[in-house]
């Protein structure tokens, strides 16, 4: 690799005029490009964006060092050239990076590497220098094998070059070009700013908004319109407009941006049935998102970037109808009416109550169907009758909303009947917007865009430009990755005209203005948080509150809560119990102070007792994982080694917690489970525990249900803990020794074994959830015991306004500790109503009753909560009839019931 100059041998009167139309609108542009008159066809696609050097001082080397084609993957196909072996010389210069390790991506041609971990910054010897890549390709013939295609992929920042030169066998230049080069006719039009007299209004707050969004639209030329639509949204200098990045992340925390408060993984937090501490939640997830957003714009000029963003891309309210599925860990669980009344208040929190201003972004996903397979995401195609669709995947998603007027919405990766989501009009236009009167943004899914062409994907059209016009027209506004980038083409070819880019673009910088970030600070109340507002003492209690509430005792004969007095050895063994890592599950921030469970029991075993630690075992010996999922609970040594060491402590000690299960390893994005009993390395430990006849208390670590069988029929005592983020090492001994009475309730049916499971890419609801499963489950959607108990009586029903019901009843608390527990009422429809679920949660609340104490709880439930959808009518309806109300502990332990005739 070399440093060298490389100039183009294009027309310099062509130079000359892409020059001066550059130097008006010196903005970043990402439609696909092309350079047909550089001695051979020559065309940029991909995830790109063409960008040109502020004014500034001058750069050293040629003027082409000025312009440059970036971004995370693309492709730089060159046509026409004769079959034979070539050099080709990549040049670059380093105007960004400020460090070795900024910018390293690797260049191919084919299945030759050209460059591999190439870092700009080293091999230029510093900033604001230039480094050439130079290789040699053997090239076919066009007809044979295609064009000659070098292919940029990024693995740390963006891949990037200002020349490429093509030279023959005798040394000859036969291509050389410029990023400066590339641009058609009428590319070039799209570059040319429209001439607008009037002053510009967009910055006054004093004008409504939608004026405001029209004059900024209005200003710009198409193709910077369409590098809008784009995650990567890159400032436009001339229009004063910042660059922005819509793509952030806060799922359960502000997450890839340094230290955060971490709160437990989202199912795992809705056991704990409480959608005020969500609402508590998300207000932190706000604050400590403005905090870094803040942090950041004030260094960069107001500028945005990647995980800086305050357009979070969460809640995940997908209902998690197959416990195989990676991500459900993600979601509120497997309940529509669940799910709704969590996400509705973490919005709420999110977005805060400001007249003015949101206070950051939620983001409702993955709109609609979407829960699996996730190998196959990109390409599948979920079949779903209608009942099915309107009554289990779109309520949660209609309610967030119709009640929390959620920012944003995400289209998934799937098609449903045939459609791929994001270029379903009927969902997005006709549902999302006609019926539910949704106003903000549409984003799909990452590369979602690509896979309505892709020829592996849906195959659902044939071109890209065919893809993006469809999407947009469609609803999909804005687009995560590059495939918009085709939409300048796409109206050259008369797939899609400007003003329906327009309408894509209001609503897309609709999130900004909302955000307040086009207004000056001392009007925005958020401006005032710093990074000093992060990670306070405030947000470590709820995130420790809501860990205490989401543990979930699934069996206790008596051996819980822990007696410290009689203990003398306790024996924590499991690849859980010192894991930090297992804690944050995934789609996950940093914390500061994080305690794991041993450390957790440790703390609060003090000196009464000794406590010692085994790994015992590896969570399983399967290699694969899932991406982005490192874990700091990988032992090094054998399966046999660690089983010796694990029993030689258990013979020594009076109880024995065993801390286990799986972690996002083994389930995540791109990842699901093939099965849910526990992996059988564990299996083995777990039965060898018990063979030595002390007391066996499992802790199982998840984001998914697990097949426990066994261990219900011969341990003692079984906690399900999930990854119950920061504190949750803390909450979980708190339980294990009665610090803490442990209230939480499953938000999913725990299941006694895969074969009880249907056809994962069966999407009929057919004997899946508590809803329509017809067998017997291992622990009910809803169960979750106590160290005290509780009894129900006297339910009764009136009607209240809207069509909803009041319900009362009273719960005693008739143990001898305080304690909390959560009143689940569950509606059955009358007979007549087909297809009919077994039940369905339509209300529930905790309360906290001291030992002894009586109170007479109310509980409304909603007429959302009764409606079904009526095929015929094509719409929502109360069946009339006979409806069997039905309260308890859980769904599958109902002791007051009552017939309501509606």
């Not at 990037?160 to 070009?177: C, L, P, R, S, Y």
């Amino acid at each position: 690799m070399k440093s060298s100059a490389v100039l183009p041998t294009c027309t310099r009167s062509l130079r000359l005029l892409l020059a001066g139309l550059f130097l008006a609108a010196t903005a970043a542009f990402a439609a696909d490009e092309a350079c047909t008159t550089c001695g051979g066809k020559v065309t940029v696609t991909g995830d790109f964006t063409h960008r040109k050097e502020p004014p500034g001082p001058p750069m050293p080397g040629p003027a082409a060092y000025r312009e440059d084609i970036n971004g995370p993957q693309f492709t730089v196909a060159i046509a026409n050239l004769p079959a034979g072996r070539y050099t080709v010389e990549i040049a670059a210069s380093e105007t960004q990076a400020n460090a070795a390790g900024e910018r390293v991506f690797d260049v191919t041609a084919g299945d030759q590497v050209l460059a591999k971990d190439f870092d700009l910054f080293v091999a230029a010897g510093g900033r604001r220098k230039a480094a050439t890549v130079t290789g040699t390709v053997e090239k076919s013939d066009d007809a044979l094998r295609g064009p000659l295609r070098l292919v940029f992929t990024a693995t740390k920042g963006h891949a990037k070059f200002n020349t490429v030169t093509i030279k023959d066998e005798a040394g000859a230049e036969v291509v050389a070009f410029a990023a400066s080069d590339l641009a058609d006719a009428f590319s070039r039009a799209a570059m040319v700013p429209p001439e607008v007299k009037e002053p510009a209004i967009w910055r006054d707050p004093a004008q409504p908004l939608r004026a405001r969004a029209d004059d900024l639209i209005r200003r710009m030329a198409l193709a910077e319109k369409v590098s809008q639509l784009k995650n990567a949204a890159p400032g436009i200098p001339r229009l004063g407009l910042p660059a922005y990045d819509y793509w952030n992340e806060a799922l359960h925390g502000v997450a890839n941006n340094g230290a955060a408060t971490v709160f437990p993984q989202a199912v795992g937090a809705a056991s704990s049935w409480n959608p005020e501490l969500f609402r508590q939640e998300g207000r932190v997830i706000g604050i400590e998102g403005r905090a870094k957003f803040n942090d950041y714009a004030n260094l960069h000029q107001g500028d945005s970037r990647w995980w800086a963003g305050l357009t979070f891309w969460t809640p995940n309210v997908n209902i998690f109808r197959d416990p195989r599925w990676g991500r459900g860990q993600e979601t509120y669980g497997e309940d529509p009416f669940l799910t709704a009344e969590i996400g509705i208040q973490f919005v709420k929190g999110i977005q805060g109550d400001d007249p003015n201003y949101m206070l950051a972004m939620a983001c409702a996903k993955h709109f609609a169907v979407h829960s699996g397979p996730e190998p196959s995401r990109h390409r599948f195609n979920a079949v779903v009758n209608e009942r099915d669709l309107y009554d289990t995947y779109l309520p949660q998603f209609e309610r967030l909303v119709r009640e929390a007027q959620v920012g944003g919405v995400m289209s998934a990766y799937n098609a449903i009947n045939g459609v791929p989501v994001s270029a379903d009009a009927a969902l997005l236009t006709g549902v999302l917007r006609q019926r539910w009167g949704f106003t903000g943004y549409v984003v799909s899914d990452c590369d979602a865009i690509r896979d309505i062409y892709g020829e592996k994907q849906h195959a659902y059209v044939k071109t890209a430009e065919e893809a993006a016009a469809l999407a947009v027209k469609a609803g999909t506004n804005l687009c995560c990755g590059g495939d918009y980038n085709a939409l300048v083409r796409a109206v050259q070819q008369g797939l899609i005209t400007e003003k329906e880019i327009d309408v894509a673009l209001y609503h897309t910088l609709w999130t900004r203005f909302r955000l307040g970030l086009f207004d000056p600070p001392e009007l925005v109340p958020f401006s005032k948080y710093t990074l000093l507002d992060n990670e306070l003492p405030a947000h470590d209690e709820v995130a420790l509150e809501l860990a205490r509430q989401s543990i979930v005792l699934l069996k206790n004969t008596g051996v819980l809560p822990l007696d410290r007095a009689k203990l003398k050895q306790l024996a924590v063994i499991g690849p859980n119990a010192a894991s930090k890592s297992m804690l944050e599950g995934n789609y996950h921030g940093t914390p500061t102070r994080a305690v794991s469970i041993l450390d957790g029991i440790r703390a609060v075993a003090s000196k009464d007792f000794k406590v010692t630690h085994a790994v015992g075992s590896p969570i399983t010996s399967k290699t694969a994982t899932a991406p982005w999922s490192g874990q700091d609970n990988t032992p090094t040594r054998s399966v046999a080694e660690l089983k010796a060491e694990a029993l030689e402590q258990a013979a020594q000690a009076d109880v024995i917690v065993y801390v286990g299960g799986i972690t996002a390893a083994q389930e995540g994005e791109s990842f699901d489970r093939d099965a849910i009993e526990l992996p059988p390395e564990q299996e083995d430990l777990i039965r060898a525990l018990h063979a030595t006849g002390k007391p066996v208390v499992l802790v199982n670590c998840s984001g998914s249900a697990m097949a426990l069988t066994w261990q219900d029929e011969n341990l003692p005592a079984i906690v399900q803990a999930w990854y119950p983020g920061q504190s949750g090492g803390r909450a979980v001994a708190e339980v294990l020794f009665g610090l803490v009475n442990p209230s939480g309730h499953l938000p999913v049916t725990f299941y006694r074994s895969t074969a009880d499971l249907p056809d994962f890419s069966d999407y009929s609801m057919k004997n899946r959830t508590y809803r329509y499963f017809t067998g017997k489950p291992l622990y009910a959607f809803g169960h979750g015991l106590s160290y005290t108990t509780f009894s129900y009586a006297n339910l009764r029903v009136t009607p209240a306004a809207e069509g909803a019901l009041t319900v009362t009843l009273d719960v005693t608390n008739t143990g001898t500790r305080d304690g909390a527990d959560v009143v689940q009422l569950y509606a059955t429809p009358p007979a007549a109503s087909a297809p009919q679920e077994i039940r369905a949660l339509c209300g529930f609340t905790r309360v906290q009753l001291k030992a002894g104490e009586k109170r007479t709880v109310t509980v409304t439930v909603p007429a959302i909560a009764l409606r079904r959808w009526d095929v015929a009518a094509k719409d929502y309806a109360v069946p009339a009839g006979d409806w069997t109300l039905a309260a308890g502990a859980s769904s599958a332990d109902l002791t007051q019931t009552i017939t309501v005739k509606l």
